[in-house]
Each structure stands twice: as C-alpha cells, then as structure tokens.
C-alpha cells in the first residue's frame, strides 16, 4: 500500500520524466530489435567471402607450449565477422571470461621471447556459441597443442585374443561387429536375425560394457548359442556411449569389419560389400549423412568451423558421414584407426566437448582425411523412409535409406522409430521420399546439390520427430523430389519381419531385464510428456518465471539432442 501511494505521489511530481523513460526504453528495444541485439547483419553474417578467410593465421606455434612460456592477454574482437577486421575493443573480455559471439582471437604471449601471437581465430560462425558457453582464451593452449599431441600419438595395440587355429583364422578375416546395452538389445537381436534370414553367415562380434548389461543375459546367450555370435567385453571405463564404437573398431578381432547399428536393417546379404570393387580398391566404405557443408548444416561443419584448425588440416567440402554403416580393412588403415582413437579417447575430447562435431559421426572420415588414409565415400544420396498423409501431403521420414556403390538400397536405418520388441510397435516405413535433381549425369546432380536440404518438424502423424526433404529450394523454387509408396515392395515386408524378431528377443527377457527396460521406456515417456506440456506451442512454454525459463531451455536443448541423434 505504502509502495502504491509512493508511486502516485512520484508519477504527479515527475510525469515527464516518468514519460521519457517509458518511450526511451520503447525506442531502446525496437533498436535492440532492429539490430538484432547487437549480432551482426545476416548480410556479413553469411558473407561469401569470410569462407576464404585463413583462421590458421601466421602465428599458429608449431611446438607444444611449456609452463613457463605460455601467457594468455585475452580476446580481441573485431568488426565485420571477420578476424582480420577493423578491432572492436568495446567486445574485449579477459583470458578467464566466456568469448562473445563475435569474430576476434586470442591474443597469447610467449613469456620466453616476448613474441605475441594471435590464435583461434574465428568469424562469426567458427563456434556454436550456445554450447560452448564456457569457452574462453584459457583454452588457447590445449587448442594449439592439440593437433600438435595428435600427430605425434600412437594408440597402444589392440588386445590380441587367445590363438587360433588357421581355419579359425581364416574365419576371421570378416566380420559384423555391433554394441549392444539393454535400451538395444531387442533391437541389435533382430538385426541378427535379419542378417541370418537373409543368408548372410558372416560371423558376428556384439561387444558390452559390463556395468550396462550381463555378459548371460537372455538375448546374449540366445545369439551365441544359435546364431554365430561372440560376446566380447569392453573395458575401457571411458569408452562409453558414442566412443564405445572407435573402441570396438580398433579391437575387433576381423581384419575386415562391417559395423552395423542396432536399429539399421540390412535388406539384402551385405557379405558382397567385402569384394565390392570400391572396397578393395580403397579399404574403406563410408555412407553419406544428410548434410553438406551450407549454411544449414546443423553440425556447423562447413568452412569458417574451428574443427579445420583445431585437427591443422584444410577445410574438405564433401557430405558429412553417416556412421550407422561402414566398412573398414583394419590392417589398410592403421594409422587412421590410431588418429581415430585419439579423436576419440584422449582426454580432453576437444572435438566433441567443444561440439565442433556430433558424436561419433564425423570422426571416423575426420580421422582417415587427416592421416590421408583412403576411402570410399558412397555416392547416391540419402533417401528417407517414413510415412505418409495423402490429406495433409505431408511426409515425416524416420529412417535414412541408403545404398550400395552401385545405387541399390542396402539399408533402412530405422533410427527415428527404434525396434523397441514392444507387442504395439507398428510399420514406420511405409513411404519413400527422395531427390531427384540432375538429369542423370554427375555433373547435372552436382549442379543441383544445393537444392537438396532435409529438415525438421515434431510431434507429427504420431511421431516426435519427423524429416523430409525441404519442399523450398533456396532459390525460391521447388525441390525436385519424389513420393514414393512402398506398399507394394519388399521393403515393408523386410521392416515388418525385423519387427517381429524384434518381439522375439523381448520375449527372451527375464523379469528383471523386462522390468529394468519398461522402466527407461516409462521414464522417456514421462520426459516426452512433461515435455508436452512446456513445449512449443504447449501450457506454460510462455511463462516467465525462472522455473519456466530453465524447463524452456532445458526442452529446446533436448529438442536439438533428439534432432541430431535421429540422424546418426
């Protein structure tokens, strides 16, 4: 009551004062706005000729700092996204604060020789700034030593196992390696027995952790005792969740290994994979993503990422790697497996706790460009499984389709619709879509590449996440794609077979595997749920409390993890 009565009095004795704040606090935020808070114009922001910039620059230290030489004297900011712009003293933060979201560099001194070195530069796109908040110039260091600790590493060899005869060794020489934890195992079992229905008799290592799931549990013992299955255990405490596959790689027992993830159903035998010519010829078999480097890529791997600095090689302007396929000659590729686990399990993980990458996606092609190890890159495009709604004409892909050297599909990777072995799992792939840019020539497909953009949307037909193929080239013009039923082939029939092994396999759980699933599903479930009522367009997403604040972060963050693990 006291403050009201303050307030009146105050409003009478100083209205025009009162109003001046009012409208220079209105006209404040519509600059705000305007200006878009201070970032730059989407004219510089996306200027073309900040890709040609050199973020190497020429003070890049060629030895490893020691204690005593290196002094870090704090980010300097320029004007115009670009490193070498005009300074903007104004957006200066010390060594320990986080860098803003501007172009600039650390500036770093070398107490032995008094030389002043300008590191990590950036423009205004070499960072995804909203998951590196805590980067600063206190990281110039261990950014420059890196490739630095890179080059100079070599991993230790791989455990060796138990010796074998020759037929057993021969035996060996091929092989199906994948991971398997309890969220998965329904899933890994039917991709088994996929592999076996379709003929394929290639031996199969499935490898654990051991503080995930039992080495005799149902799904395991099942596998090895019918199905040509060999239970092998990780032990590396680090390699957990996305670097538990490099792990597996580089100690498998095949010399030639097929990686397969769980919820990635082969349509066909891959066993000719191995004498395809691309692999002989090359020793490695990788599979293309969705993404290129452009100014959608939602990976941020394009040419003005601080990646190509950080790993000290040049920027490659190729698609990005879908890693739920691929097929590596172990002995072909030594050196890039050493580099790869390095990439993978040296601590710090730069690469990945800096968010230059997602993942395990990216590291193996990373790893085999930078030791200049070849590969094959698969060179038909991703297509996209899912389903669709003649009334709305909309298609919500949950599975990447892709194909072997010679264009035939080989894969649906199921990973937006997993193969849970629940009883009410239903077809998800009952359409594809696909580009169809180009006139049939590589030289037309290349020309029309950038038309080819996959995108986004939640909760639709059912399904959280929904991708398509962006109907909007951005010229303007539509996108050359197709919509295709699928109904009448063999691939719904594969899907629902898969389906079906996969209900088998939760049907060997004892009731304490079923019970220790059921709860991670109901716990997801509750997350989706909760996330439904915050989320876009949902109760309480507008609200402004700090409780509100934290779930709408919280949510989108986790929007943007479940987008990106959709496509790897």
Request: aromatic share 12%; hydrophobic share 40%.
């Amino acid at each position: 009551m006291a403050l009201k009565t303050w307030m009146t009095r105050f409003l009478r004795q100083h209205f025009m004062l009162a109003l001046f704040l009012v409208l220079a606090s209105i006209i404040a935020a519509i600059v705000y706005e305007v200006t878009g808070g201070g970032k730059p114009k989407a004219s510089i922001y996306d200027a073309p000729a900040l890709n040609a910039v050199d973020l190497e620059g020429p003070d890049r230290p060629r030895s490893l700092w020691t204690d005593d030489e290196f002094e870090c004297l704090g980010w300097r900011a320029t004007h115009k996204c670009d490193p070498y712009g005009p300074r903007d003293k104004a957006r200066d933060h010390k060594c320990g604060e986080p860098m803003p979201r501007s172009s600039g560099f650390c500036e770093v001194r070398n107490r032995t020789s008094g030389e002043i070195l300008r590191v990590m530069l950036a423009t205004c796109k070499s960072w995804r700034w909203y998951l590196v908040p805590l980067l600063s110039c206190n990281d110039a260091r261990q950014f420059t030593d890196f490739s630095i600790h890179a080059a100079r590493y070599t991993h230790p060899p791989p455990e060796v196992l138990a010796a074998k005869t020759r037929e057993e060794k021969e035996a060996d020489k091929r092989g199906i390696v994948m991971i398997a934890y309890p969220k998965v195992i329904a899933g890994l079992y039917a991709v088994v027995r996929m592999l076996r229905s379709l003929g394929c008799a290639l031996p199969v290592e499935v490898w654990i952790h051991l503080t995930e799931m039992k080495a005799n549990h149902s799904v395991l013992v099942e596998l090895v005792k019918h199905y040509n299955v060999m239970v092998r255990i990780i032990r590396d405490p680090n390699a957990s969740k996305f670097f538990a596959k490099p792990y597996v790689i580089y100690h498998s027992a095949f010399e030639s290994v097929l990686w397969i993830d769980s919820d990635n159903i082969p349509v066909r035998d891959p066993t000719y994979l191995f004498e395809a010519p691309e692999f002989v010829k090359y020793g490695a078999i990788f599979w293309p993503d969705f993404w290129r480097p452009a100014i959608d890529t939602p990976f941020n791997l394009h040419q003005q990422s601080a990646l190509w600095t950080l790993l000290d090689m040049p920027f490659t302007d190729m698609f990005e790697q879908e890693s739920g396929q691929f097929l590596v000659n172990r002995s072909r590729s030594q050196s890039a497996l050493s580099k790869l686990m390095f990439y993978s399990s040296h601590l710090p993980r730069l690469i990945t706790d800096w968010h230059l990458v997602w993942g395990d996606k990216d590291l193996f092609r990373l790893a085999w460009l930078n030791t200049s190890t070849p590969f094959y890159m698969v060179q038909h495009l991703v297509a996209l499984g899912g389903l669709y709604d003649a009334d709305e004409k909309f298609f919500c892909g949950v599975s990447m389709i892709q194909r072997d050297p010679m264009g035939e599909i080989i894969f649906m990777h199921r990973n937006q619709g997993k193969l849970t072995g629940r009883r009410d799992q239903k077809p998800l792939i009952t359409h594809l879509q696909k580009f169809t840019g180009g006139d049939g020539t590589a030289a037309s497909l290349q020309r029309d590449l950038d038309k080819y953009r996959v995108q986004c949307k939640m909760r639709r037909l059912g399904q959280y996440t929904c991708f398509m193929i962006n109907p909007r080239a951005p010229d303007g013009d539509s996108t050359p794609s197709l919509t295709l039923s699928l109904k009448t082939t063999k691939y719904m029939a594969i899907e629902q077979h898969a389906i079906g092994f996969s209900i088998e396999g939760r049907g060997l759980f004892d009731k304490e595997e079923e019970a220790e699933v059921a709860k991670m599903e109901a716990d997801m479930q509750a997350t989706e749920d909760k996330e439904t009522a915050y989320g876009y367009g949902g109760i309480g997403y507008g609200g402004a409390g700090r409780a509100d604040r934290i779930m709408k972060r919280e949510i989108r963050q986790r929007h943007y993890r479940l987008g990106l693990r959709a496509l790897t």
